[in-house]
């Protein structure tokens, strides 16, 4: 199997007519852009690298490997499948760690809440409840108390090691599956304890057995979902709300000159929300037009703005998501934004040449961002929360001052409307509290199956958002569907899938499942974490049908899966049961042993496995066949 990229048939280098007219522009003033360095990246690409033949773990090296001449180890003795094995489970590490970190800002965001240390509250009370039920808390207590005992109870369970009981994975995860990870060995411990296994074995000379390896990554998969996704986000809708759907605005077009633009950009909500919650006060909107603006908005930028639409209507305070993180220079170069607040990932290190030209003040809100000349830094500390937003405001407020007359701007004229907010609690709500409804119309073939698409955004097969809305304009079509999260989710708001107008766009049966319940065919079900919350859904139906997750006409795809968060989704996915289609197609093709193991023998482990495909149109038939497949196991047409 070799590793391959799409021939690019268009000079377009994104779908998003927005994203294109910004690049004019930015072009035009002289400023790199990820575009044009990806251009200049291709033409230097290492074929051991896109093989995963390469490693430069230790001082023997860098060494790669080369049946062709004879060079089949490292020098070390490694062979090509534990090395691209390697390499991917270090991928997974990082992906883990990083959900490991927004779970760990989580828990003790909800333990200061609970301790009145932060201009938050609980919101959710019905959920702080059902999650203290769930997992065996008293509920004969302050709602307080309930809050700060779960917080410590969810932090705890990172650090549970091997032979103790995973309390998360026996409340939330799929009855029939668990005795599955058990006689596989891959039952997990908390994500800390994975995590540091998985590094300890990626020392040299440590693990050199590719399908050890894999098996790692499986269990530090789960871990990362039990332990960390679906306790984060219950977290979140505990402090903010759960998700139930209602209309928004996305798209660059929401910019607006007039007023002082706070754009908050990352993946944790914290700072974004207090903010919000201030600047929908007279008085911060009053700061605002003293200095001459029209009033102070909130914009949300890729999941940090995605966490926002999903719980918060938009208005004249909060003006909607501006899309994935490849909008994020275009967005820059509109000359509206006043402070750029980054916490998290998805902060380019590069924008200090833009808030030079178009008078913008990044903010490191996060103690691990940082970049090259930043000079504002403001580390989370959940008892500063309010303070922090204020300190925003205020600089937002300043940068107004400097930008309003000195700035060229350009903003798109582009708004997209689309229905965010889609939780398990949302779906059942539309169901009538009845998942034999979401049942019926399965067996009936009205709908053929769901497909969960998490994933990034990425240029590697084509202009951004190609593949990933191709794809799900197929499967849509095909009467599939789909159930969206991450910077795929971006793009598809966007691009005018999640909403109501999209309906004509799919087959007869989902049209008309669409029209019964006014939903639109792809539901978004919010950011990257939210591949937790999308499992639950699926554990709902297979509990519900005494089903396990192989069985069920479901799959999932990440069809422009771009950095190491991504990976660990996908791993997840397959020890969960899913037929899981990835593109572009993991750095993993040199090894052809591991390739085997993960598109054909870890289905008889797991019961999921990986579906490779960079063509948008292949990867949907692909899909469909599975799909297919699964319904004639069950008897169904």
Known sequence: MKETVLERKSPRVSIHDSVEEMLERIRADGLTNTFDRYAQQEKIRCKFCLEGMSCQLCSNGPCRISEKTGQDKGVCGIGPDAMAMRTLLL?????AGTYGHHAYEAFRTLKATAEGKTPFSIKDTDKLRWMCQKLGIGLSQTNNKMAARLADLLTAQMRI??????????AFAPKKRIPVWHRAGIYPAGIEHEEQSCVASCLTNVDGNYVSLAVKALRLGLATIYNAQIGLEMVQDILYGTPYPHEVNVDLGIMDPRYVNIVFNGHQPWIAVAALKMARTPQVQERAKKAGAAGLRIVGSIETGQELLQRFDTDEVFAGLTGDWLAIEPLLATGAVDVFAMEENCSPPAIRAYAEKYQFTPVAISSIIDMPDLAQKMPYNPAEAGVTADRLIDAAIENFGLRRDAIDVKVPKIVQKAVAGF???AVLQALGGQLDTL??????????GVVALASCSTLRNGPQDYNT?????????QDILVVSAGCGNHALEVAGLCNMDAVGMAGPGLQEICGLLKIPPVL???TCTDTGRISMLVTALADHLNADIPDLPIAVTAPEWMEQKATIDGVFAVAYGAATHLSPVPFITGATKLVKLLTEDVENVTGGKVLLGDDPFDAAECICKVIGEKRKKLGLA
């Open 91 to 95: 991928h997974n590490i990082m992906g």
């Open 161 to 170: 090691g091997n032979g103790e009981e995973n309390l998360m994975v026996e």
């Open 423 to 425: 939780s398990t609690e």
């Open 439 to 448: 049942a019926d119309v399965i067996v009936s073939g009205k709908l053929k």
């Open 469 to 477: 809305v191709t794809l799900v304009k197929e499967l849509i079509r």
């Open 524 to 526: 978004s079900f919010g």
